[in-house]
């Protein structure tokens, strides 16, 4: 079993920045993909960013050029930079990460006051 770990949401102004992590309780090798979603309330949970084991990377349209998806495999750390916040980033943040099952963490508020 995977246990996921989200930290660093919070309260932050409109054109502010915070840093969204997620340790892993273990490493992963092989074809795997880290990523991070978020789902605003009312909403579908959407797809934020991707990382793949390769370091290849994939973002939502709405958050290309704002947003940084990283990775830490020694610490088992998947990052998330967020800057140029907007209020339509306000969200439960989730980590996830698919091998041949899926595993995702307990979310981390992101409110974003205009």
């Known amino acids: 079993q995977v246990q996921l770990v989200e930290s660093g949401g919070g309260l932050v102004q409109a054109g502010g920045s915070l840093r969204l992590s997620c340790a892993a309780s273990?490493?992963?090798?092989?074809?795997?993909?880290m990523g991070w979603y978020r789902q605003a309330p009312g909403k579908q949970r959407e797809l934020v960013a991707t990382?793949?084991?390769?370091?290849?990377?994939h973002y939502a349209d709405s958050v290309k050029g704002r947003f940084t998806i990283s990775r830490d495999g020694a610490k088992r750390t998947l990052y998330l930079q967020m800057n140029s916040l907007k209020p339509e980033d306000t969200a439960v943040y989730y980590c996830?990460?698919?091998?041949?099952?899926?595993?995702w963490g307990k979310g981390t508020l992101v409110t974003v006051s205009s």
């Open positions: 996830n990460v698919r091998t041949i099952m899926g595993y």
């Open positions: 273990r490493t992963f090798v092989g074809m795997f993909v």
């Open positions: 990382i793949s084991g390769g370091d290849t990377t």
